[in-house]
């Protein structure tokens, strides 16, 4: 079935450094990936939708300048939290979904983001 | 606007008996109904969807869902539970066509008892 990698699984550190998590599509093009934020136990929540080669498409009240996006290459989807302070310790997890309407998003499996 | 709703915060189901998670949606049209699970510290892996056709859909783990345009419900089934279906489960609706967001429910978190 269809694979996504999201690296790192864990990172831990210092208030004010930036951190890129990576999105890879390991077996097919995903023309759009998706990042989403959840809290502990509560539901998903989505941060932006990225289109390859174009801006992303960020939800309300995400701040675009805090968590940047690029979507270069239609199997690759960086997020990098920029300046990143205690508040935004949460687990991040990408989506990525091939061209054709009625396939389903394929998760990796998270990056857990500790920020001292 | 398109929303999930599952009724159920937690559920407790011994080994093997059967379960039913609840999923009602509210969308104008036919929609596209998903069931995802994710276990602890994990990403979500897809069981089953549905786009059309067959209201009866099966998955994978021996799960299968039933779609009910009357009752607005995408229920999840399976007869018998192992250990390792503990897990938490969400039940999405594509929500916006063109990128094809997704509408997530809270959750129902499912807890098996030898």
């Known amino acids: 079935g269809a694979v996504v990698s999201q690296h790192p699984s864990w990172v831990i550190c210092k208030s004010g450094t930036s951190v890129k998590i990576e999105c890879r599509s390991l077996?097919?093009?995903?023309?759009?990936m998706f990042w989403y934020r959840q809290f502990p136990k509560q539901s998903l929540m989505l941060m932006a939708t990225?289109?390859?080669?174009?801006?992303?498409?960020?939800e309300q009240g995400v701040e675009k300048d805090k968590f940047l996006i690029n979507h270069a290459s239609l199997t690759l989807s960086t997020l990098t939290v920029t300046s990143a302070h205690p508040e935004d310790s949460s687990f991040y997890i990408c989506?990525?979904?091939?061209?054709?309407?009625?396939?389903?998003?394929?998760f990796g499996d998270g990056t857990r983001l500790s920020i001292l | 606007a398109q929303s999930v709703t599952q009724p159920d915060i937690h559920i407790t189901v011994s080994e093997g008996a059967s379960l039913e998670l609840r999923c009602n949606y509210s969308y104008g049209a036919t929609p596209y109904l998903f069931w995802y699970v994710q276990s602890p510290g994990q990403g979500l892996q897809l069981l089953l969807k549905?786009?059309?056709?067959?209201?009866l859909v099966q998955g994978i783990k021996g799960f299968e869902a039933e779609f009910k345009r009357s009752q607005s419900s995408f229920n999840l089934r399976k007869p018998s539970v192992h250990w390792s279906d503990a897990a938490e489960y969400f039940c999405a609706v594509v929500s916006e066509f063109g990128n094809e967001k997704l509408t997530f429910g809270t959750g129902t978190r499912l807890t098996i008892i030898p």
């Open positions: 077996d097919f093009q995903a023309t759009t």
């Open positions: 549905y786009f059309s056709g067959d209201t």
């Open positions: 990225s289109n390859e080669g174009s801006k992303a498409t960020y």
């Open positions: 989506s990525a979904r091939a061209p054709d309407a009625r396939e389903p998003q394929h």
